[in-house]
C-alpha cells in the first residue's frame, strides 16, 4: 500500500491516507507518484495537496504524520515541534539535544531540567 500525506497552505500535514499500489501503476506497471496524487484529487479535490510518504521512512526522511512539515526544497518531510525545548533542529531536520547521548549501550532518557541523559536503571542482571 502506499501512503500520500495532504499538505495544507503552509505545507503541514492535515491527514495521511493509504492508496493501492495498483493504482500508482503506469501502463509499463511502473509506480508513478502523480497517478497517487490523481485518486488523492479525485476523492477529495482537484485544489488539494498531495505528497507521497514512505511508512518505513525509505524516502523524504520519515513517514509523515499530521502535524509535520514538508519541506519541498529538501523534499523532506519533519517535526517541527522540538522533543524538548532547550533541543535545536539542524540543516539535515534533525532534533539535537545540547549534550549528546552517552553511546555506551545503555538505555537514556532526556532530563530537561538538569539538561543531562539520565541512565535508566535496568535492574540486576548478575543475579547478586
Given at each position: 500500500m502506499a501512503h500520500f500525506a495532504q499538505l495544507d497552505d503552509n505545507n503541514t500535514?492535515?491527514?495521511v491516507i493509504v492508496v493501492s499500489n495498483a493504482d500508482?501503476?503506469?501502463e509499463n506497471e511502473v509506480e508513478q507518484e502523480?497517478?497517487?496524487?490523481?485518486?488523492?484529487?479525485s476523492?477529495?479535490?482537484n485544489d488539494t495537496t498531495w505528497v507521497q510518504t514512505s511508512y518505513n521512512g525509505?524516502?523524504?526522511?520519515?513517514y509523515a504524520c499530521v502535524g509535520d512539515t514538508f519541506v519541498s526544497d529538501a523534499d523532506v518531510f519533519y517535526t517541527p515541534v522540538a522533543p524538548f525545548p532547550s533541543w535545536t533542529l539542524d540543516e539535515n531536520y534533525?532534533?539535537?539535544?545540547?549534550t549528546p547521548k552517552p553511546e555506551d549501550g545503555k538505555l537514556y532518557l532526556w532530563n530537561e531540567d538538569s539538561?543531562?541523559?539520565?541512565?535508566?536503571p535496568t535492574g540486576d542482571t548478575n543475579g547478586d
Open positions: 500535514v492535515v491527514q500508482l501503476l503506469d502523480t497517478l497517487g496524487v490523481a485518486v488523492c484529487q476523492i477529495f479535490g525509505n524516502f523524504r526522511k520519515q534533525d532534533w539535537h539535544a545540547p539538561l543531562t541523559w539520565v541512565e535508566i
